[in-house]
């Protein structure tokens, strides 16, 4: 009795959604995720930081290493999106 009521209810709602016309992608696309404006801010960011933390007296080298450890991974994914990009207008 209840399998029948549920494949009424699915061929109801399946006879809907191909009346109203709707489809639904399941493919995604391929590239640089949007947040790639988010990477360039972030890495904008810790750039400033470096060279105003470079003229303070707290500078050290556990410091220089810790926004190098941030700063190279930001690079090449902000390089990977510039490369994409102008592939992307030609």
Known sequence: M?????SVALVSV????SATGRTTSMT???GIPE???LAA???VVILCAKLML????????TIKCSLDM????LLISFA????YKIIDII
């Open 54 to 61: 470079s003229a303070s007296t707290r500078w050290n080298d």
């Open 14 to 17: 399946i006879a809907s959604a």
């Open 35 to 37: 947040y790639g404006g």
């Open 2 to 6: 209840f399998t029948s009521i549920s």
């Open 41 to 43: 801010l972030a890495l």
């Open 70 to 73: 941030n700063i190279i991974p």
């Open 28 to 30: 995604t696309a391929v």
């Open 80 to 83: 990977a999106i510039v490369v």
